[in-house]
C-alpha cells in the first residue's frame, strides 16, 4: 500500500510541480513573443506612410486637374494681392523651376526616390519618420505623374506649377509636400531618430 501510495503521490511532489510551472511559462513567453509591439506597430507605421502619401498625391492631382481645366491660358488669380497669385505655368524642369534641360534626370531621380522609400518602410517603426516619408512618397509621385502623362512626352512631361508668391519661384502642391517631407527629415535627424524608432546620440 505504502508503494502504491508513493507511485500514486508522485504527482504531487515538488519535482512534479515544478514540471507543471514550467509549461505556463513557456507558453507565456511564447505569447508575449507573439505580442511583441514591433511588428504591429510597424505595420501601422507603413499604413501611415501610405496614407498620407496618397492623402498629398490625391489633393496634389486634383489640384492640377483644376489648374488646367479653369486657370491655363488664363490671367492669373490674386489672392492675397499681387503678394501670392494662381498662375498656371508648365515647368519642365525641378522643383521650383530649376534645371529645365534635365527633364529625364529628374524623373529617373523621382523614380529612385520612390524605390527608396518603399524599401526604408520594411523597418519603419517611427510616426514622425512615417509622416516625413509619407510627403516625400506623395510629392513624388504627384510630379512624376506629370513627368509621364503631360506633354511633350513619356518621361519627358512638364510638371503643372501654379502657386506663385510675389519675388518666388512659382511651384505645386507637390514640391509643398517633398520640401514639408525633407524638413521634417532634416529636424528628425537632427534630433537622432531613426526610422526604426531608435534614438541614437552622436
Known amino acids: 500500500m505504502a508503494?502504491?501510495?508513493r507511485i500514486?503521490?508522485?504527482p504531487d511532489t515538488p519535482d512534479a510541480a515544478g514540471d507543471g510551472q514550467e509549461l505556463p511559462d513557456d507558453a507565456g513567453q511564447e505569447q508575449r513573443r507573439e505580442q511583441a509591439p514591433q511588428p504591429p506597430r510597424g505595420k501601422r507605421r507603413v499604413a501611415v506612410?501610405?496614407?498620407?502619401?496618397?492623402?498629398?498625391?490625391?489633393?496634389?492631382?486634383v489640384s492640377k486637374m483644376i489648374v488646367v481645366a479653369e486657370l491655363e491660358h488664363h490671367e492669373p488669380i490674386e489672392i492675397v494681392g499681387?503678394?501670392?497669385?494662381?498662375?498656371?505655368?508648365?515647368?519642365?524642369g525641378a522643383a521650383?523651376?530649376?534645371?529645365?534641360?534635365?527633364?529625364?534626370?529628374?524623373?529617373v531621380i523621382a523614380a529612385a526616390v520612390i524605390v527608396v522609400i518603399a524599401r526604408l518602410a520594411r523597418k519603419l517603426r517611427s510616426l514622425p519618420w512615417a509622416i516625413a516619408l509619407g510627403l516625400l512618397l506623395g510629392g513624388a509621385l504627384g510630379n512624376l505623374t506629370d513627368r509621364i502623362f503631360r506633354a511633350p512626352g513619356v518621361f519627358e512631361g512638364a510638371v503643372v506649377?501654379?502657386?506663385?508668391?510675389k519675388h518666388f519661384a512659382v511651384f505645386n502642391l507637390a514640391?509643398?509636400?517633398?520640401?514639408?517631407?525633407g524638413i521634417?527629415?532634416?529636424?528628425?535627424?537632427?534630433?537622432?531618430?531613426?526610422?526604426?524608432?531608435?534614438?541614437?546620440?552622436?
Open 184 to 202: 521634417l527629415i532634416v529636424i528628425l535627424s537632427f534630433r537622432g531618430l531613426d526610422p526604426d524608432g531608435t534614438v541614437h546620440k552622436d
Open 3 to 5: 508503494e502504491a501510495e
Open 49 to 61: 506612410l501610405f496614407a498620407v502619401a496618397v492623402f498629398a498625391y490625391l489633393v496634389d492631382l
Open 8 to 10: 500514486i503521490g508522485t
Open 96 to 107: 521650383f523651376g530649376f534645371g529645365e534641360a534635365f527633364t529625364i534626370i529628374f524623373t
Open 82 to 92: 499681387d503678394w501670392l497669385r494662381f498662375a498656371a505655368i508648365r515647368n519642365a
Open 175 to 181: 514640391d509643398s509636400a517633398i520640401v514639408c517631407g
Open 161 to 165: 506649377d501654379f502657386i506663385a508668391p
